[in-house]
């Protein structure tokens, strides 16, 4: 049984086109950012996977935040709690003060840092918070505050584009400043 298993495992017709690490980097950074490098080489007319590397013709048309009034530039902020009540109580008053339109708590994130000299690591629990661009300053100010932590986390990320009517709504469901 074993040794069938392991020529199945081993068959043509069961391994991956891509290997794992190519799978991982193809989803992380998409196929349009591994074009350019590839094609100027000539790698990627060798690649099994070269028809889905070109450009199509056709433009894809992106939505960009500068393309409506609608839209305010916005930010993906992430900020770390050491627990559920925490996260549950800032998400809460984040939304509640406007501060931004929507907050996601991850549970079960592992962080490992290092803090007054030594490796720590704790579970804490990740909010993902959007919100406007010009709001990250009170944002912040508003994790400083009630937030148990001497030095939270806040890391601010830039939305390039996305839905417009899930970008106009968040611009709808944030105060202007």
Same mark, same amino acid.
């Given at each position: 049984?074993?040794?069938?298993?392991?020529?199945?495992?081993?068959?043509?017709?069961?391994?991956?086109?891509?290997?794992?690490?190519?799978?991982?980097?193809?989803?992380?950074?998409?196929?349009?950012?591994?074009?350019?490098?590839?094609?100027?080489?000539?790698?990627?007319?060798?690649?099994?996977?070269?028809?889905?590397?070109?450009?199509?013709?056709?433009? &894809?048309?992106?939505?960009?935040? /500068?393309?409506?009034? *609608?839209? @305010?530039? =916005? +930010? $993906?902020?992430? &900020?770390?709690?050491?627990?559920? /009540?925490?996260?549950? *109580?800032? @998400?809460? =008053? +984040? $939304?509640?003060?406007?501060?931004?339109?929507?907050?996601?708590?991850?549970?079960?994130?592992?962080?490992?840092?290092?803090?007054?000299?030594?490796?720590?690591?704790?579970?804490?629990?990740?909010?993902?918070?959007?919100?406007?661009?010009?709001?990250?300053?009170?944002?912040?100010?508003?994790?400083?505050?009630?937030?148990?932590?001497?030095?939270?986390?806040?890391?601010?990320?830039?939305?390039?584009?996305?839905?417009?009517?899930?970008?106009?709504?968040?611009?709808?469901?944030?105060?202007?400043?």
């Amino acid at each position: 049984m074993a040794s069938t298993l392991s020529a199945i495992a081993s068959s043509t017709l069961i391994r991956r086109k891509l290997p794992i690490v190519g799978a991982f980097c193809v989803l992380t950074f998409g196929l349009s950012n591994l074009s350019t490098p590839f094609t100027k080489t000539g790698l990627a007319h060798s690649l099994p996977f070269a028809p889905l590397l070109r450009r199509r013709s056709t433009s &894809v048309s992106r939505i960009r935040m /500068e393309a409506s009034s *609608k839209i @305010a530039p =916005s +930010i $993906v902020v992430y &900020v770390t709690v050491p627990n559920k /009540e925490l996260g549950k *109580k800032l @998400a809460g =008053s +984040i $939304v509640k003060e406007k501060l931004a339109a929507c907050v996601n708590r991850v549970p079960g994130v592992e962080s490992v840092y290092e803090w007054q000299g030594e490796v720590q690591t704790d579970s804490e629990e990740l909010l993902i918070i959007k919100t406007r661009e010009s709001l990250l300053e009170a944002l912040t100010e508003h994790v400083k505050a009630n937030h148990e932590y001497d030095v939270p986390e806040v890391i601010a990320m830039p939305i390039v584009g996305g839905s417009p009517q899930y970008l106009e709504w968040l611009k709808n469901s944030t105060r202007d400043k």
